[in-house]
């Protein structure tokens, strides 16, 4: 007991001390770190919580799969970019947006509203028939990427395509295809959509895609039959994250989530990202590369511009397939379309895959490739039962057109300059904990000198009432809803700058 009060007055003392170096201030300014909250306001120890809850937390872990080491919170509503739990005074600033899922925030009313008019409608039909949204989402997936840049188109505005609202106007049914002449004569595509469910799941769609192609381009090389092809491996990369089934885990190099499930799929190999030796390791033999631009849950690591076109020059030698896993980072998380909408074309894939924002919090994910692999995709080599069922596609519709509208992405800017602005100073005032910080628009992370201090650091957030991610061996990540108030940008960095001072103590 009483080694554990002078340990705590030790602390104090160390904790003001640090304070004072830091030149302590009370909230953001030029001055120096923010101090003002070093005390912990969202306690998690037992003792804190109502009984109640730790009842209803108990019930709920006895029938729950042990696969998630959660904290004791159980988040009720949520609006913004703000949690609530069922605890009466605890309320969180995310600052993690469901894992970059909440593009729009929590609660977004026009998104509930369409939903609402959707399922009001019809939810779903099956694939087996035609329905109203998937085709429109699938044009508009395409229409945006070839105005704004990505999949080996360089930004053109002057492409057009025919753009359906998808806003809430709630039962109302009545809608007559425009007469040809009432419209821009419509660009070529170039390009087709296949819609899943998820991100893991577009991934494994993309592998398969790349297979098909792989093997019946050997054929027509070689002129054996499509059966014997040996144009089956695959590129992937140190850190990646591509999913969890068994062959997007055989892309997912973290030994952590491989070992325990091995076997499995055959025919991958690792590189390192943005070594240029790596690129040697792609032969005719392979079908498929794939990496993510900026990778999110290894510990955001962007790929170099140099290396990307590289990759892509081999790929195009040997006929390989270059997948963009843009689940995490595309969709506007960087400030355009997709993370690489900007690149010299020749940096670009012909398969790009997306999830996460995509459906704000409904389940969906997508595959978009060029019309040249999009061939070998014929009837029947592969499906879903719920992929782009009506609602979640009319939902991903409505999701895109908003993150697309310029004042949405006016007030983006203002999110990542100040998060820019923030995050350059760190290293500065905490050079003996923050080794860096990476990635960019509203993908960010910081690492650590010390490991352990990422999860460390979660914590500490968490108990001040904001909620970060952890990303690789090292990082903290920072993957706001794209609509995040300035206010909370500031508030969020305050908190990161005040668990830091304490951490330095
Ligand atoms: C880059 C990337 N790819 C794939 C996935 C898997 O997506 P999902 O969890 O939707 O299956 C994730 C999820 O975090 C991801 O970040």
Redesign the pocket.
Known sequence: MYRQSALAAYRSRALTSTLARLSVRASSSSSGPCTKYTDVTHPEDPASLDPAIQRQLHRLESCTANTYARPPLIFTSGRGSHLFTSHPTREYLDFSAG??VNALGHSDSGFIQVMADQVGSLAHASNVYWNEWVGELASLLVGLTRKEGGLGYAPDDSYTFYQRDSGPHLFSRTYTEPEPEDLPAPSPTGAKVFISN??????EGALKFARKYGKELWARKTGKPWEESTKTRFLCFEN?????SMG?LSATTNPKYQKPFGPLVPGFDMGKLNDMSSVKFITEDHCGVIL?PI???GGIFECDIAWLKAIRKRCDEVGAVLIY?????GLYRTGTMWAHSRYPTTAHPNVI?M??ALGNGY?I?AILVKDEIAKAVTVGSHGTTFGGNVLAARLAHYVLTRLSTPSFLEHLALVTTTLDTRLSSLAGYFPSVVSSVRGRGAIRGVGFHKPEDAAKLVKMARERGVLFLSAGKDAVRFVPSLNIALKDVEHAMDVLESCLAVMSS
Do not use: L, M, V, Y
């Open positions: 894992i970059a998820s991100g893991t799941e577009a991934n990646a994250f591509h999913g969890r997007a993510e990778q999110g849950e896993d843009e689940i995490q980072c895959t999830a996460k389940p994910g």
